[in-house]
Antibody, heavy 118, light 107 residues
Framework: EVQLVESGGGLVQPGGSLRLSCAAS????????MTWVRHAPGKGLEYVSS????????TYADSVKGRFTISRDNSKNMVYLQMNSLTADDTAVYYC???????????WGQGTLVTVSS | DIQMTQSPSSLSASVGDRVTITCRASQGISNYLAWYQQKPGKVPILLIY???TLQSGVPSRFSGSGSGTDFTLTIGSLQPEDVAVYYC?????????FGQGTKVEIK
């Protein structure tokens, strides 16, 4: 059974940093691109970042470019999102999603809430 | 990057009505278009992929059409359980951009 479990969310002050983790199981993790998507309160779903299977290629939304860094550890079946210089606009539930090639997301985690507030 | 534009942003219709949501890509994406349904506090659910292929288990009142830049999601007969926000998403290349969402309510 495929499982994606996010962790690392919480309350952080503006300008602060947070690292999210996503633990994957039930599939050959090293064969898949992984993606982070967020859902801010009262707003729509937003693509955040993705990383290819080997970790050699990354993509970011303009809204997080230069502040967020996606990475993965295929030996641990983990994908990470390092978030720096956080603002209130980054407040959201963050989901990781298994990303098959040329196919929609087939599995999502349950999400982890990040709240940026003083 | 390719932008995805949905319309309308919200709609209110009666139970049994036919509901149509449109999604336009700023460049052609062939049929690499998915539709998701999201209810409050829940993970999005895949309804349609390949622009028109119904995901297993999704009621047949949902249908999708289109190719290239213009796409449509249709709910053939709106039901109370269809109250949700609907998103289109392109998935041919990264970034896999979403439309801004359409909130569907019952009148």
């Amino acid at each position: 059974e495929v499982q994606l479990v996010e962790s690392g969310g919480g309350l952080v002050q503006p300008g602060g940093s947070l690292r999210l983790s996503c633990a994957a199981s039930g599939f050959t993790f090293s064969s898949y691109t992984m993606t982070w998507v967020r859902h801010a309160p009262g707003k729509g779903l937003e693509y955040v970042s993705s990383i290819n299977d080997r970790g050699s290629s990354t993509t970011y939304a303009d809204s997080v470019k230069g502040r967020f860094t996606i990475s993965r550890d295929n030996s641990k079946n983990m994908v990470y999102l390092q978030m720096n210089s956080l603002t209130a606009d980054d407040t959201a539930v963050y989901y990781c999603a298994k990303t098959p090639p040329l196919a929609p997301f087939d599995y999502w985690g349950q999400g982890t809430l990040v709240t940026v507030s003083s | 990057d390719i932008q995805m534009t949905q319309s309308p942003s919200s709609l209110s219709a009666s139970v049994g009505d036919r509901v149509t949501i449109t999604c336009r890509a700023s460049q052609g994406i062939s049929n690499y278009l998915a539709w998701y349904q999201q209810k409050p506090g829940k993970v999005p659910i895949l309804l349609i992929y390949g622009a028109s292929t119904l995901q297993s288990g999704v009621p047949s009142r949902f249908s999708g059409s289109g190719s290239g830049t213009d796409f449509t999601l249709t709910i053939g007969s709106l039901q109370p359980e269809d109250v949700a926000v609907y998103y289109c998403q392109k998935y041919n290349t990264a970034p896999r951009t979403f439309g801004q969402g359409t909130k569907v309510e019952i009148k």
